[in-house]
């Protein structure tokens, strides 16, 4: 059992008191949400929903079997459940300005997949980004059964610029129109995973007509930044967006849709029946929670402080002597290669003496890694989850040297710990769940 420091208690949800009866149960779920609040949440596809977000999603909705879409379901008494799903996806049609949602997916991995299924046949080629070059398992890695159904061909980034503070290791957009013309794909994947600049829907358009293609747009990572409008919307460009609603749009972990009209019958049956059963309708109600909650002119201030603290990380882990891949970041996250802080130093090394100090995060390949994904040479760093407990640029600023600190010293365990004690004070003054942890479930903090 993990060892706690005392510091609950931390309510795990407005429900948590009902645990009382599972107290081993309840006692992890105290550990998590003890954890969430006293280290610091940096993995970059993560956030903290709203206490309103819990609500839903510990709701008594996860009771019922609502296979088929509002109005056309298989099993009876949906009539509630056909107004929560019908909530959901009008949410999300208002905040994207789509013509048409499907809120049912799992995760983001199956709406690409339902794509997939939706706009091509076995066999025909994808273009996508590479793993290694900021793009996702599902844009084709040797590793997911995406490339054992599709055909995938890669793109990546340009090279490095020469420390003249252009923005090298951009998406290579050259590359991608040649591939195109050469490989004629039927679909082309924009979108990335561990990629901090802006990603323009339109040169893939361009080139996706040029060869008559379609257009995917993975907005995973950034649907918060677009809701927010601290980032161009692809939606309308491409002609399918798939998004994850847990990331930095601060929803429940799931994954969602948007596309024309056109395509709704295709992809509402990749979803389901194609890759699902029942869908989970108390994450689908959540989701409804998390699109009004986006929607709000405090979520706007939310997603220009995210990009802002992103920057802010930036300048303080370069100005500690890491190199920030693609000379900064437009975005929630920050890509940062280890070797010229120290070339003996891994990914896999760094991320484990952070997360003793009290630092969560994840390591992440560059671009051209030489080394393996399990070990790689970089880290990948996002604000949003950090931003949503209240920090600001100053902090930003304080937790970049914190981990210069931590790093620089990782052999010396006393500075480890003074490093996690430091950690634990900063934490102290952002709790993520305030009204949790006084009791009293809230609305949220939109
Ligand atoms: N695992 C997600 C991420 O961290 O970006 C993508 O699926």
């Given at each position: 059992m993990t060892e706690h420091r005392g510091v609950a208690p931390f309510a795990a949800s407005p429900f948590a008191s009902w645990l009382a009866g599972d107290p081993e149960v309840a006692t992890l779920l105290a550990a998590e949400a003890e954890r969430q609040s006293t280290t610091l949440q940096l993995i970059a596809s993560e956030n903290?929903?709203?206490?309103?977000?819990?609500?839903?999603s510990g709701s008594v909705l996860t009771n019922k079997y609502a296979e088929g879409y509002p109005g056309r379901r298989y099993y009876g008494g949906n009539q509630v459940v056909d107004e929560v799903e019908d909530l959901a996806r009008q949410r999300a049609k208002d905040l994207f300005g789509a013509e048409h949602a499907n809120v049912q997916p799992h995760a983001g991995a199956i709406a690409n997949l339902a794509v997939y299924q939706a706009l091509v046949d076995p066999g025909d080629t994808i273009l996508a980004m590479r793993l290694d070059q900021g793009g996702h398992l599902t844009h084709g890695s040797p590793a997911s059964i995406t490339s054992k159904i599709w055909r995938f061909v890669s793109y990546g980034v340009t090279a490095a610029s020469d420390d003249d503070g252009r923005p090298g290791e951009v998406i290579d957009f050259d590359q991608v129109a040649d591939l195109a013309k050469r490989e004629r794909p039927k679909l082309i994947?924009?979108?990335?995973?561990?990629?901090?600049?802006?990603?323009?829907?339109?040169p893939f358009r361009d080139i996706a007509d040029s060869v008559g293609a379609r257009l995917m747009f993975d907005l995973a990572h950034p649907a918060g930044l677009v809701a927010g409008g601290a980032h161009p919307s692809p939606v309308g460009v491409a002609d399918v967006v798939t998004f994850t609603t847990h990331k930095t749009l601060r929803g429940p972990r799931g994954g969602a849709i948007v596309c024309r009209a056109e395509l709704a019958k295709a992809v509402d049956s990749a979803v389901f029946p194609g890759l699902q059963g029942g869908p989970l309708e108390h994450v689908v109600a959540a989701k409804a929670v998390a699109f009004r909650e986006a929607a709000t002119p405090a979520f706007r201030v939310y997603a220009a402080q995210v990009v802002a603290n992103a920057q802010a990380l930036a300048r303080g882990l370069a100005a500690e002597g890491f190199r920030v891949v693609s000379n900064g970041t437009e975005n929630h996250l920050v890509l940062l290669d280890l070797r010229p802080f120290d070339a003996e130093?891994?990914?896999k090394e760094a991320q484990e003496v952070l997360d003793r100090s009290g630092i969560t995060l994840n390591r992440n390949t560059i671009p051209d890694d030489p080394r393996?994904?399990?070990?790689?040479?970089?880290l990948r760093l996002g604000t949003a989850a950090q931003t949503t407990a209240g920090m600001q640029e100053a902090e930003m600023g304080a937790v970049a040297a914190l981990i210069g600190r931590a790093l620089r010293r990782r052999a010396d365990e006393a500075s480890i710990r003074a490093v996690r004690a430091e950690v634990f004070d900063l934490c102290a003054?952002?709790?993520?769940?305030p009204?949790?942890?006084?009791?009293?479930?809230?609305a949220g903090r939109t």
């Open positions: 903290f929903t709203s206490p309103a977000v819990l609500a839903a994947v924009a979108g990335a995973t561990a990629y901090s600049r802006q990603i323009p829907a339109e130093l891994t990914g393996s994904p399990f070990v790689t040479s970089g003054a952002f709790p993520p769940y009204s949790l942890d006084a009791g009293t479930p809230t």
